[in-house]
C-alpha cells in the first residue's frame, strides 16, 4: 500500500538554524499539507500546497517557513529560523484530490527538536 | 469557526468489552468527520470518515462510528476491542461550507487496552 514517507525522523537543531524537513507523498496524490503536533498538544494545520503553490496557511506559517516541491516526488518544509517553540512533530499529508471529503493520509512524522 | 472536542485523555477497556472513544464537533454548515489513529513512531492512519448518508459508519480495523446531528457527536466504537486497538485516537472535522484545505483535530483520545 503506497505511504508518505518522511524523513528524517528526529532532526536536532539549534536556535536560529535553518532546517528542511522531507516529505514523499504518494505518488499520484496532488494535494500536500504540512501540520504539526506541539508535545501533549492538539494536531494543527500549517499549510496546504497544490499546482505548484501554497493554497491555503494558517497563521502558524510565518515568514519564517516555506514549502517547496523542488522535483516531482519531494515535498519539503523549510524553517528560516528556528524559535525554541518550533519544537514539535511535523507530519506531512497528501490527497488525492482537494475536496473536502477526501482524506488525508499522513507521513510518520518528523521530530523537531531546537535546543 | 471549527473545533473538535475530545473530552478523554485516556480511555481503559478490558480486551473483548465494547469501546467508545467521544468526539463532538463545532462548525457553522454541515460536517465532514474523520477518525484517525496513530501508532507509536507511525504517522496519523485514516480510519473512517462520514460524508452524508447513512448515519453508521464502518471503518477499517472493525471500528464503527455514530453521527448524531442533533447531539454534534461523532463517537467511534468497536463491539469487542483488542490489544492491539492500544493507541491515540483523534477525531477530526471539514465545515462543507468551507473551501479551506485545512481539517481540525481533536486533542486525542490515548486509548489503552487491557489483557
Known amino acids: 500500500e503506497p505511504e508518505v514517507t518522511q524523513t528524517p525522523s528526529h532532526q536536532v537543531t539549534q536556535m536560529g538554524q535553518e532546517v528542511i524537513l522531507r516529505c514523499v507523498p504518494i505518488?499520484?496524490?496532488?494535494?500536500f499539507y504540512w501540520y504539526r503536533q506541539i508535545l501533549g498538544q492538539k494536531v494543527e494545520f500549517l499549510v496546504s500546497f497544490y499546482n505548484n503553490e501554497i493554497s491555503e496557511k494558517s497563521e502558524i506559517f510565518d515568514d519564517q517557513f516555506s514549502v517547496e516541491r523542488p522535483d516531482g516526488s519531494n515535498f519539503t518544509l523549510k524553517i528560516r529560523s528556528t524559535k525554541l517553540e518550533d519544537s514539535a512533530m511535523y507530519f506531512c499529508?497528501?490527497?488525492?484530490?482537494?475536496?473536502?471529503?477526501?482524506?488525508?493520509?499522513f507521513g510518520p512524522g518528523t521530530r523537531l527538536t531546537v535546543l | 469557526a471549527q473545533s473538535v472536542a475530545q473530552p478523554e485523555d485516556q480511555v481503559n477497556v478490558a480486551e473483548g468489552n465494547p469501546l467508545t472513544v467521544k468526539c463532538t464537533y463545532s462548525?457553522?454548515?454541515?460536517?465532514?468527520l474523520f477518525w484517525y489513529v496513530q501508532y507509536p513512531n507511525r504517522g496519523l492512519q485514516f480510519l473512517l470518515k462520514y460524508i452524508t448518508g447513512d448515519n453508521l459508519v464502518k471503518g477499517s480495523y472493525g471500528f464503527e462510528a455514530e453521527f448524531n446531528k442533533s447531539q454534534t457527536s461523532f463517537h467511534l466504537k468497536k463491539p469487542s476491542a483488542l490489544v492491539s486497538d492500544s493507541a491515540l485516537y483523534f477525531c477530526?472535522?471539514?465545515?462543507?461550507?468551507?473551501?479551506?484545505?485545512?481539517?481540525?483535530f481533536g486533542k486525542g483520545t490515548r486509548l489503552h487496552i487491557l489483557p
Open positions: 499529508a497528501s490527497s488525492e484530490e482537494g475536496s473536502s471529503y477526501n482524506e488525508q493520509f
Open positions: 477530526a472535522v471539514r465545515d462543507r461550507r468551507d473551501r479551506d484545505d485545512k481539517i481540525i
Open positions: 462548525v457553522s454548515g454541515n460536517p465532514y
Open positions: 505518488s499520484n496524490h496532488l494535494y
